[in-house]
């Protein structure tokens, strides 16, 4: 029952939160806190996934690793979602990379688990097959995206969707990470990031991004943000809004 779960309020992952209490009850003893270092590797590819992270803290990328050494991010995961897709989809392997792109805190289950779980709760399956359709969309709109649109554009989208999913206005950053997030040259980025923050839209200095003026990145951005956020809202049956009333 929910009453058995104190500690349900403190529960930061919108998936997990949007699970109905007796879900959320027959699933909170197999779920274990852990602390997700900076560029810790979560799932590598062609290797079989054991455990299972829902992010409460901080963020993953996607990354689909190439021949020649680099790697092209292709999706997001943070407090809104969960890590291991292809274990919601009845696979153990990935050929993707998971790797945490800002430290924080995770709930951890085994992969088995999990699979026993959506099995024996109907509810839970559908939110997680959900899921596994909105990141889909969010993987498909960045291949658009990285086609179709200026460095400019897609550098403010990912800001936005980094901010989104930080703890304040502040975050890690490099350029070297901005540059294999978004595939494009050191020198692109440099150039991208310093239009931004003439236009006093984000601070940047020391590894540290701040964004100082959201709505300005929000213009300076292309359609895609709002196509992905207006999906997210649609899963969790929130209205279009603030970012205040939207994640947090």
């Not at 945490?100 to 026993?116: E, H, K, W």
Request: aromatic fraction near 6%.
């Amino acid at each position: 029952m929910a009453s058995s779960i104190p500690f349900t309020p403190s529960i930061r992952n919108r998936l997990l939160a949007a699970l109905p209490p007796g879900s959320l009850a027959k699933l909170w003893p197999q779920l274990t806190p852990v602390d997700l270092e900076l560029r810790q590797v979560l799932h590598r590819p062609e290797e079989p996934i054991a455990t299972v992270y829902f992010p409460e803290r901080g963020w993953c990328s996607m990354l689909a690793p190439l021949e020649d050494g680099d790697s092209g991010e292709v999706g997001l995961v943070g407090w809104e979602g969960v890590t291991a897709l292809p274990v919601i989809l009845g696979e153990a392997f990935d050929d993707l990379e998971v790797m945490v792109q800002c430290p924080g805190t995770a709930l951890s289950m085994g992969a088995d688990s999990l699979r026993a779980a959506m099995e024996g709760d109907p509810v839970l399956r559908t939110l997680l097959l959900r899921y596994v359709m909105l990141h889909h969309g969010q993987v498909a709109r960045t291949a658009a995206c990285n086609g179709r649109h200026h460095t400019d554009q897609r550098l403010a989208r990912w800001l936005l969707m980094s901010h989104d999913r930080a703890e304040g206005d502040e975050f890690p950053m490099t350029h070297e990470f901005l540059s294999m997030m978004l595939g494009v040259r050191r020198a692109g980025i440099t150039i991208a990031a310093g239009a931004l923050q003439k236009a006093g839209m984000i601070s940047y200095r020391g590894g540290r991004m701040r964004i100082t003026d959201r709505p300005g990145l929000e213009s300076s951005a292309c359609e895609c943000y709002g196509i992905s956020r207006r999906a997210s809202e649609r899963l969790f049956g929130l209205n279009a809004g603030t970012r205040g009333e939207y994640w947090r």
